[in-house]
């Protein structure tokens, strides 16, 4: 079946230090790929994401490169902010209904 | 980006009552809701897919007569907790998705239902 498996957490880093996020999928077939955002009290939000092999999503100084022979996603930021402290969530989409298969999440807590 | 609004975002209920969670796209109209389950730090489970108009795709494992899921409008969909339990305590995220494909869901706060 299909997996996602994520790097575990919590993260604790000072401010403008460099993040990654490791995430690596199982899948049957050619999934989308997708890192979602979750801030304390919110829903999750889409934050990048990347449809085909060496595709690069970016966003908010986020990046990640979707890389077929390694099956992995993993997060990117080059200077991390206090208000970049969130919970973390790779995910794969693939199937009739697309629906979105998740890793387990990490939190991320950046410190001043 | 669309906002999905979820109702309530804390619940407290007895063992044995029965619980309902509104999940409503505010200014779009799904034509597809998926209803997740999330165990503290553990990942989001898929319980069900649901499309306007039609019986839930529940997926494997989850008890349709227990989670009884309702999606009447393209813009409301509910997720009833039946004679609840302790263990059916958790957090449950809805998502909305307008469209097929590659279209992007976008997900209510999650309500979280503790069952005493």
């Known amino acids: 079946g299909n997996s996602v498996t994520q790097m575990e957490g919590p993260v604790t880093l000072s401010e403008e230090a460099f993040l990654t996020i490791n995430c690596t999928y199982t899948a049957t077939g050619y999934p989308s790929l997708f890192w979602y955002v979750q801030y304390p009290g919110e829903g999750l939000q889409l934050l990048l994401k990347?449809?085909?092999?060496?595709d690069k999503g970016s966003n908010k100084g986020f990046e990640a490169t979707y890389r077929k022979e390694t099956t992995s996603f993993h997060l990117e930021k080059g200077s991390v902010q206090v208000s970049d402290s969130a919970v973390y969530f790779c995910a794969l989409s693939l199937g009739s209904a697309r629906q979105l298969t998740f890793g387990s999440g990490t939190q991320l807590t950046v410190l001043p | 980006g669309a906002v999905v609004s979820q109702h309530p975002s804390r619940v407290i209920c007895k063992s044995g009552t029965s619980v309902k969670i509104e999940c409503r796209s505010l200014?779009?109209?799904?034509?597809?809701m998926f209803w997740y389950r999330q165990f503290p730090k553990q990942s989001l489970m898929l319980m069900a897919t649901s499309n306007e108009g039609s019986k839930a795709t529940y997926e494997q494992g989850v008890e349709k007569d227990k989670f009884l899921i309702n999606h009447a409008s393209l813009t409301l969909s509910t997720l009833t907790v039946t004679s609840a339990h302790p263990e059916d305590s958790s957090f449950y995220i809805c998502?909305?998705?307008?469209?097929?494909?590659?279209?992007?869901?976008?997900f209510g706060q999650g309500t979280r239902l503790t069952v005493v």
């Open positions: 200014d779009f109209q799904a034509t597809t």
């Open positions: 990347a449809t085909k092999a060496d």
């Open positions: 998502s909305a998705r307008l469209g097929g494909g590659l279209a992007e869901a976008f």
